[in-house]
DNA sequence: CTAGTATGACTACCATACAAGTCATATCAG
DNA sequence: CTGATATGACTTGTATGGTAGTCATACTAG
């Protein structure tokens, strides 16, 4: 059950670090494109002797992407793709925005480097490129290097790591359908709005500004469960 | 380098679910109560020898450890226990903030059920008793129940857990020293001050009281890195 | 036909062996 | 005495075998 876009993945990942490391990355990435589907069972042994490597280092790949949140690793039964829920996306953006906007917050308060600056504006530039050419995975690629350079611009690499984990979860529903979340014109005004408030200083620009783009998803939400009720677990109004 | 403490940590867990879980969890108290020094170097084959299981439960228990950054695991040369610094425990303290606060606002915002409010109350008496008796041990595990009430109380799981994981590098800090830190007959009346904030539905009061009860391990901080100038790392002005 | 049971093909978990890299120390050449 | 080098005792990483548990299926007793 290995997809010649998962193999893909393996060839093209830079193979830095050891096995484990690279199986991590790769099936992440996998699951949060939609490659391996909600419920769906993995298993040591599949995954070893499709990437010829031994189960060990898969086994322990599969234990760090329970503890990220996308598998569910139940003993002598299997291991499954978690399935996406309103709930746990409700959640995921819940604390994403919470970590977020206190990032924004600082930011402005103690202000960034003029090389952060730049690096900010240098990265809504090419989006406005992507998005006028319609290039999705450029573009998810350049909006997730945005929130980096701001949060580790503001010396807060543990919120980083924190934000990371949970943008997976919101990730794997945006890779869902692109058409029906929010236009990226609108997604990039609202990064510039971020960085004129913290370039402003003004703190509470900076936190309405974050809070504005952190809550786009809670209004694609419901048209997402619309279109794809059978992938969600909980088909019912919250 | 097996001290009885850790011996005891080891026998009185109540062994549930797996080996390697049994093994993080008492690695991971052991770090936090400062068993293990900052710096200290641990061992796969040591460790699986003082607890007569094989090594591959104590690696998977190692990586878990460094995932929650209390373990820095060098390929080839060994792991060891990491340092405490200034910066680590202000970051950790910013994204708890960060998350506690927005947990709070939320319970204003939607309300808690009479038998979570309950639970809460029922806490803080207890909390109180041990403030009295100064059974530091049992307030700290009191403390970690009512935050923890709060968020599931509240909805919040993934928030908690990521709570959880940035507490550890803050409980570490705590373990040093009881007596500088903030007096318990303190925490307990935020912790009232929070309730009936949630109580009452008011928001803003809220958001202020979890706030100023995040915000104390700052004001003992600097007396702390005075103290301990060898624990931490970074023994400079900030 | 139904209920209970045995069977076999899975699963993750744990133990063990081997491989590959690091580093302190001892040894030896100059 | 000094410095380069080989050695060996470590370390974590990977591979593989065996154990115990789960579950669907087929079979058997009633």
């Given at each position: 059950m290995l997809t010649p876009a998962i193999a893909e993945l393996w060839e093209q990942d830079?193979?830095?670090?050891s096995v484990r490391q690279r199986l991590y990355r790769v099936l992440r990435l996998a699951i949060i494109r939609m490659q391996f589907a909600p419920g769906q069972a993995l298993s040591e042994k599949e995954i070893s002797d499709a990437f010829s490597v031994s189960r060990q280092p898969v086994r322990e790949a599969f234990i760090r992407l329970s503890e990220a949140g996308l598998v569910d690793v139940r003993p002598q039964r299997g291991t499954y793709v978690v399935g996406i829920s309103q709930k746990s996306v409700r959640e995921a953006r819940f604390v994403r925005e919470a970590v977020e906007t206190a990032v924004s917050v600082s930011a402005a308060k103690q202000g960034l480097t003029d090389k952060v600056i730049y690096e900010l504006r240098d990265l809504i530039e090419r989006q406005v490129r992507c998005a006028s050419s319609g290039q999705y995975d450029q573009f998810f690629i350049l909006d997730e290097d945005f929130h980096r350079v701001l949060a580790l611009g503001a010396g807060h690499e543990t919120a980083w790591r924190v934000i990371e984990e949970v943008k997976a979860q919101l990730d794997r529903v945006r890779y869902?359908?692109?058409?029906?979340?929010?236009p990226f014109e609108k997604l990039v005004q609202q990064h510039a709005d971020i960085v004129d408030a913290i370039e402003r200083r003004n703190e509470d620009e900076a936190r309405q500004a974050m809070l504005v783009h952190q809550s786009e998803i809670l209004i694609s939400l419901p048209q997402m469960v619309q279109r794809f009720s059978s992938i969600f677990e909980d088909t019912h109004s919250s």
């Open positions: 830079a193979a830095g670090g869902l359908s692109v058409p029906d979340t929010t």
